[in-house]
């Protein structure tokens, strides 16, 4: 069963950059449309960026858009989010699975990666 592991987080300050890492644990992860999601606290858990199997076309919310990177190493089977600018508001656990808006729903959640921005 894929399993994914997140890593990368940490505390920074305003304005810093962060690169976040997601290893999938099964070669299925090439075929699969992923994500990256963040949940605040006290906040639903919502979908930032998504990008297609093969890497070729991503999205962003209008949150992020233009400050956030989605990329993939599908020989890797590896997932990353490149976050330039943090704001206070990016504060959040960060988890990858697959796109929920293709799939129709996810895989199994790992650990997330916390993010804190904070001056």
């Known amino acids: 069963q894929m399993q994914f592991v997140e890593s990368g987080g940490g505390l920074v300050h305003p304005g810093a950059s962060l690169r976040l890492s997601c290893a999938a644990s099964?070669?299925?992860?090439?075929?699969?449309?992923m994500g990256w999601y963040r949940q605040a606290p006290g906040k639903q858990r919502e979908l930032v960026a998504t990008?297609?199997?093969?890497?070729?076309?991503?999205t962003y919310a209008d949150s992020v858009k233009g400050r956030f990177t989605i990329s993939r190493d599908n020989a890797k089977n590896t997932l990353y989010l490149q976050m330039n600018s943090l704001k206070p508001e990016d504060t959040a656990v960060y988890y990858c699975?697959?796109?929920?808006?293709?799939?129709?729903?996810?895989?199994?959640w790992g650990q997330g990666t916390q993010v804190t921005v904070s001056s």
């Open positions: 099964l070669s299925l992860f090439r075929i699969y449309d």
């Open positions: 990008i297609t199997a093969g890497g070729s076309s991503t």
């Open positions: 699975n697959r796109n929920q808006m293709t799939w129709g729903s996810t895989l199994n």
